[in-house]
């Protein structure tokens, strides 16, 4: 089955009871059992409800899985891999991720005794040097959050497999319609789902996808006993916007390279940071591992003037400033401040997220009004 139709139809059956086309929302927290243990699958909705297996089953279709697991959160998602790892085992992680990652792993695993390492992936030998015994885990975004980064996953996955070390990719900003890890040879792929799998910025969901049965039920067993899971609801509204995932990505791919190419020319813009442009320094990598290069971009504006980036998001009509991403609508974002605060200024501003970066989420609407309300808001600095 091609993309497209695995959107709408990978690994779905109509309602069983009623021939109901759309699973139905099943608002119910417990099943009736004929005799203790007998029962017809469902015996807790922590532990599995209908609506909730119908949308893990989508998951694992688009992202050519076998398991998939939905959580409260992508941090949840997060949360239940670290789960995997005990005292003593280190991490090794990109330095540009998205602020509420590197929160958990620095302000709740470190307390745990997690070691977390955060490094440039660019030059695979700095990886290699802090791969040791202990080394249980590689966490990657690809694209970055925010400053679009391409990592080169099967290069990666290389080195991983010498050590027996599992990779972890967050296909957030790429989705299953760009770049598909496990066909690389990742381990997981994790999803912040209240991004481009929901859509419609109406729920907050995380995703796990995973091909190994043992790593699977490892992984089930931490999602029942730490009960970060999502309700039959939300999992209902990710579902109906995975049906038009394909559609989705294709207009946001469409008119982020529209946008991009307009913001690379602006006399007030000092960079684009988009991988589709000839000009971004993964974009190789980015055509080699991924269909198309997605409806995030970044850009500084010149002379890194905090004051200039405010005015422009303040001034932006049509995109919305807000934090979140992979709506249909566009947002704007201002990272040194808002999603990335939690990172030390130090350190964000070594991997590119100076006080002049501003994040566009590109939405679907006509790309003509998305480009005069960055005309008219960039007139103003
Ligand atoms: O917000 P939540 O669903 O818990 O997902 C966390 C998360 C994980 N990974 C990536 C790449 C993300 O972008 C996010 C959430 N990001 C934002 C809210 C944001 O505006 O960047």
Redesign the pocket.
């Known amino acids: 089955m091609k993309f497209n139709t695995k959107a709408i139809h990978g690994n779905q059956k109509h309602d069983p009871s009623t021939g109901a086309v759309m699973p139905p929302i099943y608002q119910t927290s417990t099943y009736a059992q004929k005799s203790p243990g007998q029962h017809k699958g469902f015996e807790y909705s922590r532990t599995g409800n209908p609506t909730r297996s119908a949308l893990e089953n989508a998951f694992a279709s688009l992202e050519n899985g076998k398991f998939g697991l939905a959580f409260g ?4 998602a ?1 949360d239940a891999v670290m789960k995997l790892l005990k005292p003593g085992d280190e991490v090794i992680s990109t330095n540009d ?2 602020g ?2 590197y929160r958990l792993f620095t302000k709740i695993y470190e307390k745990f005794g997690i070691k977390f390492h955060f490094i440039g992936f660019r030059n695979t030998n700095t990886l290699s040097k802090l791969i040791n015994k202990k080394t249980k885990l590689i966490w990657i ?1 690809t694209p970055t ?2 400053m679009l980064n391409i990592i080169d996953i099967e290069a990666v996955v290389k080195i991983a497999s010498q050590h027996k070390i599992l990779v972890a990719v ?1 296909n ?2 790429a989705t299953p319609y760009l770049q598909l890890p496990l066909d690389m040879g990742a381990d997981i792929v ?1 999803h ?4 481009y799998l929901g859509g419609h910025s109406d729920v ?3 995703a796990l996808v995973v091909n190994d049965k043992d790593l699977s039920e490892k992984l089930y067993f931490i999602q029942n006993a730490s009960g970060a899971i999502c309700g039959p609801m939300d999992s209902f509204l990710v579902l109906r916007g995975l049906k038009t995932l394909h559609v989705r990505m294709q207009r946001h791919c469409e008119n982020a390279a529209i946008i991009a190419n307009y913001l690379e020319k602006h006399p007030k813009i000092e960079k684009v940071y988009w991988p589709g442009l000839k000009t971004h320094p993964n974009h190789k990598i980015a055509k080699k591992q991924m269909n198309d290069f997605g409806g995030m971009l970044s850009f500084s504006t010149k002379g890194n003037y905090k004051v200039d980036a405010m005015k422009v998001v303040e001034n932006l009509k049509i995109f919305t400033l807000a ?3 992979g709506g249909v609508e566009s947002l704007c ?1 201002h990272p040194a401040t ?2 990335h605060a939690s990172i030390p200024k130090e350190e964000r501003e070594k991997t590119g997220v100076t006080d002049s970066l501003i994040r566009l989420s590109v939405g679907i609407e006509d790309v003509s009004d998305l480009i005069d309300d960055l005309e008219q808001a960039l007139m103003i600095i």
């Open positions: 959160s992508g941090l949840a997060i991720l998205y509420g990652t975004e959050n925010p967050d957030t900003f994790m912040s789902a209240t991004k907050v969901m995380g934090e979140s991403l974002g808002m999603t």
